[in-house]
Structures are given as C-alpha cells and as structure tokens.
C-alpha cells in the first residue's frame, strides 16, 4: 500500500518505521527536515514510564483556577477566546475528577508501557546512537510534604507493576553524587530505575535514515495547505510543492494536527499547544552532568544528560501558536537549573529553545480512524510524545493492516 505521512516529528518517523516494516511504500512530507520543526527537537529527553500521570485532576483544577489570579514561573495561563482554546480548556476541566484521573492515567501507563517495549525493539533492531541512558529516572522533591502528596500517583502505578522506589537524600545522593553541592535542594525522591532518555531529534534523525535505507521517502520544505476528501475520501494533500496522493495518510502533525483537519476536513481535534522551553548546555571538559535524568517536582524541571550536551527543560504556557521566546522566559529554568546542577555544562554557550506540547485534555493520544477510510490519525501526544511515540507507532501500522493492536486503545479514539 502507498501510504504519505503528514509531519516528520518522532512520531511521523517511527510510524514510518513501522510502516516500512510491514512491506508497505512510505513518504514523509513536513515543512522542515525530520526531528526539527516541531517539540521533538528540543524536549526533556526522558523516557518517563514511571510518571505517566495525567495532568487533569482535582489539584489541576485548583492550579488553573488560581493562574487567572496569580503569576507562576512554571504554569503560564494566557487566556484566549479563540474555540480551540475554550473547547479544550471546557473537556480539561471534565477530566478534573478522582475518576478519570486515575483512569486516564493508567491508560497512559498502559501506553508508555508498550511503546517503551517497542522502543527497545527499534534500538536493538537498528543499533544506532542517540545518547541513549537506560540508568533510570530520578523524580526530586524539595519537601517532605510535596512527595507526600504525591503518595496516591507512586501508589497507583506501582499498583500495575511499575518499579518505583521511594528514596531518601542519602540514596539520592548515592544515585546522583553530582547533586551533593546541591544536597540543601532535595528532601528525597522516587526512582523509577526501569525509565530511560535520550535525544529524540537524534533518535529522529537516525531512524529516518535507517528507513530511507528500507525504501522510505523523506520530502523537507513541503508545508501542507489543505487535505481534500470526496464523501468519506481522503482523495488528495495540498502543498506549496503540488499535490500528494496515497491509498492511506497518518496525520503526525503535533500541536498543529487540530488546524489543518479542522480547516479541510471540518474534525474538531482536542489538541491544544502547551508550550515549554528548554535549555541545552554544552558539556565539556571538567563539567559533572547528573550521571541519569529525572524531574525536579516542585519546579517541574525536566533534566536529562545527552552525551556532549545536557538538557533542562520546564514551563507549561498556554498562549495558542505563538512560537517565540525572549530571554525572560527562561529566567526561571536557568536559575533552578543553576541551583540544582551548577557544574553541568558550559551555561555561557547554552542554546535556548520554545515548542508545542500536542495536548489533549485525557492525556492520551489520539488514534485509529475518525469520518475517512484512509485517514489515520497518530497525534495529540502531549508531554509525553517521545516517550509514547514506538508504541502508537505499531499500534497505527497495527490498524492500517487491518490488525488489533496488542494493547487496548480504550480512550484513544479521534476526539
Ligand atoms: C518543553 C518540552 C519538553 C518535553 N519533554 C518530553 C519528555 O521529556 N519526554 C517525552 O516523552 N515527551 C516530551 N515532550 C513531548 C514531546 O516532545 C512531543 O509529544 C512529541 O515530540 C510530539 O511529536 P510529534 O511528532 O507528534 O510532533 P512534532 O515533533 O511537533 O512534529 C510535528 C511536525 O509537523 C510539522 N508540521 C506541522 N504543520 C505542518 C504543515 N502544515 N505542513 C508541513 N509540516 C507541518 C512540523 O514541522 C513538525 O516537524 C516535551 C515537549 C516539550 C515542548
């Protein structure tokens, strides 16, 4: 079968990858070359299977509640009264409940699970570097009583067999000796030594290369227009390069997946753009990275060791498509990042980076097929994309074959 997949992000490549596998011809089309023009450039790197937790909940509720009053460094709400933004933020808030939850987040689990399994697959299959760290994750308090309100969410996964270990400073500092100048930031933490990290735009740009060697194609400066159907047929893909046509289309397209199905299909995608930023810092000579990756919990700062480079990544903005950062946006990243790592890197040649989390409101992907026969959607992935991305990867080669995925994908229909 002919299939074109829209958006080369990690999750139009692994797709492909997976496509490529099953025998089928495969072309990639994106605006910008594969692993650069979207959040799989510049995330935090972590493979978090041990924080598969959804965003919605009780306490989010309070937390978006209070950013309409207050300024906070880490969650940034810019209220707009455009309906993607209502829409969304009117389902977020109908996932606020105990309930969904801890539903959404064992699905989430289930996810991250199966796409780690497939995520080793990949590598032992293709072999190739990407700064990969399968030490473990290191997920940090500051307080005791933060990582005692966070008890239900360790409880909870490690009821489905997630390995977490609940670790005092001590341990910490055995795990992480490079924090001991840092020891007065931390009172313990949860370590999940089964989660992994690594660089998802190298991963991106391997694994694209692996495919061209399969047969696959990869089109870069293509940037798509329209998706034109006749009754429930997707027929044709406009672009500024002239037409595509495929027996089947994956729509990949990230943060930006809702604009284009919206404007030619009339689908109204539940992703909104919560963007972050991040920072990466040159590692050389003399400098002492965190030997693993992990997550300072109350500054929800994402940190991972990328080889010759460490990344630092936080901030949840909701402000619609703007793409632009100034330096006082990374204000706060930096200082913490200073704080906890002080000897990381070179923080004087760091390269500074903003992108688009594709959220959904339940925090899983979205899958399968909606109105078109030949539309398959693998988009909406939100913060935890590359983590989830080998996974919805095989699950969407999985449908297009016609098979049943070897996980349910309850919750992840289009929506
Ligand atoms: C700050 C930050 C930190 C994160 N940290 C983590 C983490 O630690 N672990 C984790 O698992 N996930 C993390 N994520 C989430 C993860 O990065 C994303 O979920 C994932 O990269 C999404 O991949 P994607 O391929 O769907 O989208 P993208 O990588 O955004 O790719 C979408 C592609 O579509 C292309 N495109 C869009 N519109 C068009 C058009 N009209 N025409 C042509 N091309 C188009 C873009 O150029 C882009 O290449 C983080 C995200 C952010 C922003």
């Known amino acids: 079968m002919e299939i074109l997949i829209l958006g080369g992000g990690v999750v139009g490549v692994t797709t492909a990858y997976q496509l490529l596998k099953d025998g089928h011809q495969v072309k990639v089309i994106d605006r910008q070359a594969p692993g650069i023009g979207g959040a799989s450039y510049g995330n935090a790197g972590l493979i978090a299977t041990g924080h598969s937790i959804a965003w919605g909940s ?22 707009q009264t455009d309906s993607q933004f209502i829409g969304w933020g009117l389902k977020f808030l109908a996932q606020c409940t105990e309930y969904k939850a801890k539903r959404n987040s064992l699905a989430k689990h289930r996810i991250c699970v199966y796409s780690q399994k497939k995520l080793q697959e990949v ?17 940090l308090y500051r307080n005791q009583q933060a990582m005692a309100a966070n008890n239900s969410h360790i409880r909870l996964l490690q009821e489905v067999g997630q390995a977490l270990e609940i670790v005092d400073k001590e341990r910490v500092l055995e795990i992480i000796p490079e924090m001991r100048d840092s020891a007065d930031q931390i009172a313990g933490g949860v370590f999940s030594a089964t989660d992994e990290s690594g ?78 930023y991040s920072i990466t810092i040159p590692v050389e000579k003399g400098h002492t990275p ?13 940190f991972a060791p990328m080889g010759d480079h460490f990344r630092v990544s936080s901030i949840s903005e909701f402000n619609g498509y703007d793409a632009g ?22 923080y004087e040649k760091a390269e500074y980076w903003s992108g688009f989390r594709p959220m959904t409101p339940e925090g899983t992907p979205i899958l399968g097929k909606g109105l078109h026969s030949n539309l398959f959607y693998n988009t909406g992935h939100g913060h935890l994309g590359w983590t989830m991305s080998c996974g919805t990867a095989r699950i969407t080669a999985d449908l ?11 919750l992840m229909g289009v929506r």
């Open 400 to 410: 297009i074959a016609g098979k049943s995925p070897e996980i349910s994908t309850a």
């Open 58 to 79: 009780p306490k989010a509720l309070k937390i978006w509640f209070n950013s309409f009053f207050q300024e906070d460094p880490v969650f940034r709400m810019k209220f």
């Open 123 to 139: 590598v032992a299959e293709t072999k190739f570097k990407y700064a990969q760290n399968t030490n473990g994750l290191l997920y």
């Open 199 to 276: 660089d998802s735009r190298i991963f991106t740009e391997q694994l694209m290369e692996v495919c061209r060697k399969m047969g696959g194609t990869f089109e870069s400066g293509v940037s798509i227009e329209r998706i034109e159907a006749s009754g429930t047929t997707i027929k044709r893909v406009v672009t500024n390069c002239g037409t595509y046509s495929a027996d089947s289309y994956v729509l990949s397209l990230g943060a930006w997946s809702p604009l284009l199905v919206s404007a030619s299909l009339g689908v109204r995608l539940s992703v909104y753009p919560v963007k972050g």
């Open 290 to 302: 965190p030997r693993i990756g992990g997550l300072h919990e109350e500054d929800l700062l994402g």
């Open 325 to 346: 950062h100034t330096p006082e946006d990374f204000e706060h990243i930096l200082s913490t990042a200073k704080k906890l790592f002080p000897n990381a890197g070179n």
